[in-house]
C-alpha cells in the first residue's frame, strides 16, 4: 500500500510540474507574443536575406526595428533624418502596409506589415520587404512599385 501511494504521489508531482511547465510557456500566435517568449539579440539584422529568415522562423521583425511611433517618442522627425541619432542601431519597420494598389494577394484575414531594409543612418532608403501575418515575404526596391516574392 505504501509503495502504490509513493508512486501515486510521484506521479501527481510530475503532472503537476508539467503543467506548470506548460502554463508559462506562449504558444500564442501574433507579432507581439513570439517576442515575448525569444531571447533579444543586441544583433542588428536589416538585409533583405536577414530579415526575411527572421520573420519566416519567428513570425516577426528582429528586435532593431521599431514603429514609426515608437521612433517618434525617442524624437524621430521624418524630415531630418535622425531616426540613428535618437534611436542608434533602429530600422523603422512594423507599421501596416494598406495593400491600396492590391499588388500584393490579399485574403481573409491578411495583415500586411512594412519594415525598412538597409538602412545604417540619414534618411530612409527605397528598399522595404512587406509581410503578412501568415508569414508571406516580399522585397520592394522602387519604394512599393514593384514587388519580388522572397518566401
Known amino acids: 500500500m505504501k ?3 509513493s508512486t ?5 508531482v510530475l503532472a503537476l510540474g508539467f503543467l506548470a511547465g506548460n502554463l508559462f510557456t506562449s504558444s500564442a500566435e501574433g507579432p507581439h507574443a513570439e517576442k515575448a517568449s525569444t531571447v533579444q539579440s543586441n544583433e542588428v539584422i536589416n538585409t ?4 526575411a529568415d527572421y520573420i519566416v522562423k519567428y513570425g516577426r521583425l528582429p528586435d532593431n526595428f521599431i514603429t514609426k511611433a515608437e521612433a517618434a517618442k525617442l524624437g524621430w522627425d521624418p524630415q531630418k533624418g535622425n531616426l540613428a541619432e535618437v534611436a542608434p542601431g533602429k530600422s523603422i519597420g512594423g507599421d501596416i502596409f494598406q495593400n491600396r494598389e492590391k499588388l500584393l ?10 519594415a525598412d531594409i538597409n538602412y545604417t543612418s540619414g534618411f530612409r532608403g527605397s528598399d522595404r520587404i512587406v509581410y503578412s501575418n501568415d508569414r ?5 526596391t522602387d519604394h512599393y512599385k514593384t514587388f519580388t516574392r522572397m518566401r
Open 3 to 5: 509503495k502504490i501511494l
Open 48 to 51: 533583405f536575406e536577414g530579415v
Open 8 to 12: 501515486l504521489a510521484l506521479g501527481i
Open 105 to 114: 494577394p490579399d485574403a481573409a484575414g491578411r495583415v500586411w506589415r512594412e
Open 136 to 140: 508571406l515575404v516580399y522585397k520592394t
